[in-house]
């Protein structure tokens, strides 16, 4: 595996954790949104991942013949964002605009410190694929400068 296969691999982290973070911010704006245009309070969102496979070079085919525990792909991608089944919080409150006819509010199925607890996941995988990233490209430049 090359520089430049590896610097596609931690590019591909850097663009699944972003838009982990972005999904997850989207959550916790939404913390109190009763009322969707699909009807009912909104629903946490999840992005679910999958190992990216390579393309069809010679190398990654070599690669996959190694035993590695990285061998089945090579990077990260995302292959949905999902609604999280579990059940909103409810409430009596009614007075609220969106109360059922007994009183009752549901609120989103959003967790503050759960996805707190994502968004330093998320953030913590970005930052270490960052340093990844900068330590290959600080490779190719020596490369670059033996060859002069």
């Not at 997850?24 to 245009?37: E, G, K, P």
């Not at 690669?63 to 292959?79: D, I, L, T």
């Not at 959003?110 to 994502?118: C, I, L, S």
């Amino acid at each position: 595996m090359g520089l430049f296969e590896s610097m596609k691999i931690s590019a591909s982290a850097l663009t699944a954790q972003r838009l982990r973070m972005d999904v997850i911010a989207n959550n916790m704006a939404n913390q109190q949104t009763t009322r969707t245009a699909e009807g009912g309070a909104y629903k946490r969102e999840q992005v679910v991942f999958r190992p990216q496979a390579q393309g069809q070079s010679p190398m990654f085919a070599a690669f996959m013949h190694r035993e590695s525990p990285v061998a089945e792909g090579a990077g990260v991608a995302v292959v949905a964002v999902v609604e999280d089944a579990s059940p909103g919080v409810v409430s009596f409150e009614p007075n609220h605009p969106d109360a059922d006819a007994q009183g009752y509010v549901t609120y989103p199925n959003v967790d503050v410190a759960t996805e707190m607890t994502d968004m330093l996941s998320a953030t913590r995988s970005y930052e270490a694929n960052t340093t990844v990233f900068n330590a290959i490209k600080g490779m190719a430049l020596k490369a670059l400068e033996i060859g002069r």
